[in-house]
C-alpha cells in the first residue's frame, strides 16, 4: 500500500528464535523492529505446559493471551491467564510466560529491546 500500511497475514517462522523454553514452543515473527524505540511483534505457540525460561526486556513486554490458557510468574506470583487476558510488563521485570499445564497457549508478543535470558524456568 501507498500510505505505509502493512497488511500481514502470515508472519516469518524462517529465523530460530534465540529464545529459552522448557518444551516445544514455535515463534512467527509479525513484525520487527525497524529501528529502536520500536517493538518486535510475535505470535507464538507454547505447546503443552511449555513456557519460557526467566528473561526480561529493557522496555518492557506486552502479552495479549490469544488461544487457550497461558500462563504468567514473577519472582512474587504465578497466574492462570484466558483468552483475552493481557498483560503489561514494565521495563526490566524478571518474569516467564507460556502455556499452562496441560495446555496449549497462543500469545500475542510485544516487546522492547533485547530480550536477557536466564539459563532456567519456573520450577
Known amino acids: 500500500m501507498d500510505d505505509g500500511t502493512r497488511i500481514i497475514s502470515g508472519g516469518s517462522t524462517e529465523q530460530v528464535y534465540g529464545g529459552r523454553f522448557t518444551g516445544a514452543v514455535s515463534l512467527e515473527m509479525l513484525a520487527e523492529a525497524e529501528y529502536d524505540g520500536r517493538p518486535d511483534i510475535a505470535r507464538v505457540h507454547f505447546t503443552d505446559g511449555a513456557v ?8 518492557g513486554q506486552k502479552l495479549l493471551v490469544v ?15 484466558e483468552p483475552g487476558t493481557f498483560v503489561d510488563t514494565p521495563p526490566d521485570q524478571r518474569h516467564y510466560h507460556g502455556a499452562a499445564p496441560g495446555h496449549d497457549a497462543v500469545i500475542l508478543a510485544i516487546t522492547w529491546g533485547a530480550t536477557s535470558w536466564e539459563e532456567t524456568g519456573p520450577e
Do not use: V
Not at 519460557?52 to 522496555?59: D, L, N
Not at 514473577?74 to 491467564?81: A, G, P
Open 67 to 81: 488461544e487457550g490458557r497461558g500462563r504468567f510468574g514473577t519472582e512474587h506470583e504465578d497466574h492462570i491467564l
Open 52 to 59: 519460557t525460561f526467566w528473561h526480561q526486556h529493557p522496555g
